[in-house]
Nanobody
Framework: DVQLQASGGGLVQPGGSLRLSCAAS????????MSWLRQAPGKGVEWISD???????AYADSVKGRFTISRDNAKIMVTLQMNNLILADTAVYFC?????????WGRGTQVTVSS
């Protein structure tokens, strides 16, 4: 079975940091582009970042310079280091895998930025 399990969310003050992880299993992880998306309360799903199978990365303008995506094919994991968090980063964060039309969603992890 394909599984994508995000973890690492929590409550953090503005300016703080969190590191999200997404553990994958059940598919050929190294071939897949991996992404992080989020959904804030009352809003649609927003793409945050992705990392290709060649380690090329891309970021939404809203997080560029604050978030860093990385992947470890040996550990079958993708991470999102989030620094200098702001209130607008409050959302449920999801990881997503995509390769040639095959795509998988993981269960989200809640990130709450609040003073």
């Amino acid at each position: 079975d394909v599984q994508l399990q995000a973890s690492g969310g929590g409550l953090v003050q503005p300016g703080g940091s969190l590191r999200l992880s997404c553990a994958a299993s059940g598919f050929r992880f190294s071939s897949f582009a991996m992404s992080w998306l989020r959904q804030a309360p009352g809003k649609g799903v927003e793409w945050i970042s992705d990392i290709m199978n060649d380690d090329k990365t891309a970021y939404a303008d809203s997080v560029k310079g604050r978030f860093t995506i990385s992947r470890d094919n040996a550990k079958i994991m993708v991470t999102l280091q989030m620094n200098n968090l702001i209130l607008a980063d409050t959302a449920v964060y999801f990881c997503y895998a995509d390769h040639l039309g095959d795509d998988f969603w993981g269960r989200g992890t809640q990130v709450t930025v609040s003073s």
